[in-house]
């Protein structure tokens, strides 16, 4: 496959400093961030009291409402965590079809660029029928050179199998974060029970589905042999304007099940075709549904 162009805009890269990566779990997490937890520790907004213990830090007691009640009891303030975000790449050949690829790579550069400026934990992790080497970065938007240079030889190729991904994450026994996976979830295996399995071991899912317009409403017709790009595997069918519309509603109905997952498990979905700009759906779709603020 021919390596396609990879570049991101430095004007788009400086309206994306306007935003922040947002999550809607509270997870334990090293102090830094930017999101509120429920967990209580050192920070600045006030979060509870608790009845004074022995060894607790008497500096966090509030002397006020023991002049009033005679009473020791512990200001507890609300930590904002530093919680890992890893963005799963799907590196699979089924994404070279169309602009999705170079698509893919884009909304991942801008996504990171957004965490890196807000100093987030980044990790950028491709993946085919394995986990591949990822990328970690943090530290500020003069870290993004790295970045770029990472995906940019990246090339989209090989088989997918993502429930194998996922033991091999959840095996390595990783701090729990927001997953966020990048994909068209297009395939011969079952993308949902690997996805709950990663909800269910506490991390957050933010799922961006992408296909390009061909893929969701065929314009072929008549008599057809199609090839699954991954599998090499051959079906004959008729296609007519009536199997046209049925495949669209299954097309939609399937990404109504991602929709459903991601909500269920306190998590987000976006659906964007590639007719839509990387800009637009960054400060239109990823805003919208408060994955970015």
């Given at each position: 496959m021919a390596r396609s162009e990879f570049k991101i805009e430095r004007a788009f890269l400086e309206r994306l400093e306007r935003l922040t990566i947002h999550w809607q779990k509270s997870f334990p997490g090293v102090v830094?961030?930017?999101?509120?937890?429920?967990?209580?520790?050192?920070?600045?907004e006030f979060l509870d009291h608790r009845n004074f213990s022995s060894g607790d830090d008497l500096r966090a007691v509030?002397?006020?409402?023991?002049?009033?009640?005679?009473?020791?009891?512990?200001?507890?303030?609300?930590?904002?965590?530093?919680?890992?975000?890893r963005i799963f790449l799907d590196a699979s050949e089924s994404m070279s079809l169309g602009n999705k690829w170079d698509y893919a790579?884009?909304?991942?550069a801008a996504i990171t660029y957004v965490?890196?400026?807000?100093?987030?934990?980044?990790?950028?992790?491709?993946?085919?029928?394995?986990?591949?080497?990822?990328?970690?970065?943090?530290?500020?938007?003069?870290r993004f050179s790295p970045v770029a240079d990472f995906l940019g030889p990246l090339e989209a190729q090989g088989k997918t199998d993502f429930s194998r991904v996922v033991r091999e994450f959840l095996g390595s026994g990783r701090q729990r974060g927001l997953v966020i996976v990048i994909s068209d979830f297009l395939g011969e295996e079952d993308w949902l029970k690997p996805l709950q399995y990663l909800a269910d071991f506490g991390h957050e899912l933010t799922l961006i589905q992408i296909w390009d317009d061909d893929e969701r409403t065929p314009s072929a017709e008549g008599d057809l042999e199609i090839t699954e790009v991954e599998s090499g595997k051959?079906?004959?069918?008729?296609?007519?304007?009536?199997?046209?519309e049925q495949y669209t509603v299954s097309f939609d109905e399937y990404c109504e099940s991602l929709r459903r997952l991601a909500l269920r498990n306190q998590g987000r979905y976006t659906g964007l075709p590639t007719s839509t700009s990387v800009e637009d759906a960054v400060f239109g779709s990823l805003v919208a549904t408060q994955g970015l603020r």
């Open positions: 830094g961030g930017h999101n509120a937890s429920r967990f209580s520790g050192p920070g600045q509030n002397w006020r409402a023991y002049m009033r009640l005679e009473k020791l009891f512990l200001k507890l303030f609300q930590i904002e965590p530093r919680v890992p975000i790579r884009r909304l991942a965490g890196l400026v807000r100093l987030d934990a980044m990790q950028l992790i491709p993946f085919r029928e394995e986990l591949e080497e990822g990328l970690a970065c943090g530290g500020g938007r003069h051959q079906v004959k069918l008729t296609f007519d304007a009536k199997a046209r």
